[in-house]
């Protein structure tokens, strides 16, 4: 079956502009999780969404937002971009979000200017 | 914040020898998990232990689990060339930690040919 897919691969923003991040799960799978990745700070967990409910969020500041569709397709969106921001950011998915291992995609990787 | 610490830092082999990685973590878990991570591409999962269980074997992976001292550890043996990634563990909390592992800083190995 098909993998995670995130897109775009690759993304270049300047300072102050907002972006939008997408995430389609494996089929079935309803819970999509969003992680951080940076050399300072590794692997941080932003948020998850479940049937199109945040049921968890991590300790980001509110720039950070997410949402999930109907079809368990999930967007993430950062807006005024601070040079910070720059990290790969990592979509997992799982069938319940808990109990289950997650299935990650290959990540977009983010360059604030 | 970080569940915890990964042992070695850096591992450097020789192909056809056994890699050891070991990992701490600092709360109560449902589970832990393993994840490779070639080059700063997207995460893979490799093996789930809960937290009742205590070994558990996937090929030439085997991970243990001491709850009473939280810790695990990840052995990869007859190394191979393309093992060589960071590694990372995760821990989730279950209950109402939807969707949130808490990832250590993850050990680079290098398997040399």
């Known amino acids: 079956k098909a993998g995670v897919t995130q897109t775009p691969r690759y993304l270049i923003k300047t300072r102050g502009q907002q972006v939008t991040l997408s995430c389609s799960p494996i089929?079935?799978?309803?819970?999509v999780s969003w992680y951080q990745q940076t050399p300072g700070q590794g692997l941080q967990f932003l948020f998850e969404y479940f049937s199109e409910t945040q049921r968890n969020k991590g300790n980001f500041p509110g720039r950070f937002s997410g949402r999930q569709f109907s079809n368990s397709r999930s967007e993430m969106n950062v807006s005024t971009l601070e040079l910070g921001d720059s990290a790969l950011y990592l979509c997992?998915?799982?069938?319940?979000?808990?109990?289950?291992?997650?299935?990650f995609g290959s990540g977009t990787r983010l360059t604030v200017v | 914040s970080q569940q915890g610490e990964e042992d070695p830092q850096a591992l450097s082999i020789q192909e056809g020898e056994n890699a050891t990685m070991n990992c701490s973590y600092k709360?109560?878990?449902?589970?832990l998990q393993w994840y490779r991570q070639n080059s700063g591409r997207g995460l893979v999962h490799l093996i789930l232990i809960r937290s009742n269980e205590r070994e558990k074997h996937s090929g030439r992976l085997r991970v243990t689990l001491d709850t009473s001292k939280k810790s695990s550890s990840l052995l990869i043996t007859a190394s191979r060339a393309a093992d060589t990634a960071s590694y990372f563990c995760?821990?989730?909390?279950?209950?109402?930690?939807?969707?949130?592992?808490?990832f250590g800083q993850g050990t680079i190995l290098t398997v040399h040919p």
């Open positions: 995760a821990t989730n909390a279950g209950g109402t930690s939807y969707g949130k592992l808490t």
């Open positions: 089929s079935g799978h309803r819970s």
């Open positions: 709360t109560s878990i449902n589970n």
């Open positions: 997992a998915s799982s069938s319940d979000g808990t109990y289950y291992g997650y299935t």
